[in-house]
């Protein structure tokens, strides 16, 4: 079954401070992993996207690695800013449909406090 | 930006009342897809269409209907809400883009929906 983890479930943490989110999945045949931000009551919006064949991705203070041996996935996000509080959603898709099916975590919920 | 719309933002309406949930794009986009997602939970997919005169149920059942007779409108509805339609309400669309493995889809702000 295709599926994606995401822990912590929650994270707080004080402004300026790093963390890291882990994502791990069983997705396949593989495509891509996205990291998306979702801030409370709007739409996710992308930060990275990886193939196979990338192994980190930098979009700013937000960084992503992906381990496709092992199926893990990181977002590290640097000197940590009140507005980083959102939701950060791990999304893999397939290769193996014309649509293009994505797979969602249940998102880390992090709170950044000044 | 993504130029995808949704509205309204929030509705709020008593159990048996029919409601549509509007979804625009402006990208010229051939796949949208209807999302629901609940406090905490992931998305889940409701519906989707790969372009004008195509719709498809996604992996989540719904009593909801969509249509397609437009490529930049995608509108969602409730022929009777009930109390458990209660949720969020997530629109996206895409390209179609042959031998591209990203399919990047790009999200509208949702609505949130109330059934009392």
């Known amino acids: 079954k295709n599926q994606v983890e995401q822990s912590p479930q929650s994270l707080i943490i004080l402004e300026g401070k790093n963390c890291t989110l882990q994502?791990?999945?069983?997705?396949?045949?593989?495509?891509?992993l996205r990291w998306y931000k979702q801030d409370t009551g709007r739409g996710p919006v992308s930060l990275t996207i990886?193939?196979?064949?990338?192994n980190t991705k930098s979009n700013g203070r937000y960084t992503a690695t992906l381990d496709a041996d092992t199926k893990q996935s990181s977002l590290h996000i640097t000197a940590s800013q009140l507005s980083d509080s959102a939701s950060y959603i791990c999304?893999?898709?397939?290769?193996?449909?014309?649509?293009?099916?994505?797979?969602f975590g249940r998102g880390t919920q992090l709170t950044v406090w000044p | 930006e993504a130029d995808i719309y949704q509205t309204p933002r929030y509705l709020v309406i008593g159990t048996g009342k029919k409601i549509t949930l509007e979804c625009s794009q402006t990208m010229g986009h051939d796949k949208m897809y209807w999302y629901q997602q609940d406090p905490g939970m992931e998305l889940h997919l409701i519906h989707y269409?790969?372009?004008?005169?195509?719709?498809e149920k996604g992996d989540l059942s719904s009593e909801s209907t969509v249509s397609r007779i437009r490529t930049e409108h995608f509108p969602l509805t409730l022929e009777s809400a009930r109390p458990s339609h209660t949720s969020q309400y997530l629109c996206?669309?895409?390209?179609?883009?042959?031998?591209?493995?990203?399919?990047?889809?790009?999200f509208g702000p949702g609505t949130r929906l109330t059934v009392l």
């Open positions: 999304v893999v898709s397939d290769r193996g449909s014309t649509l293009g099916r994505l797979y």
């Open positions: 996206a669309s895409s390209e179609s883009v042959r031998g591209s493995s990203y399919n990047e889809q790009f």
């Open positions: 994502c791990n999945y069983t997705v396949s045949p593989f495509s891509n």
């Open positions: 990886m193939t196979f064949s990338e």
């Open positions: 269409s790969y372009g004008v005169n195509s719709t």
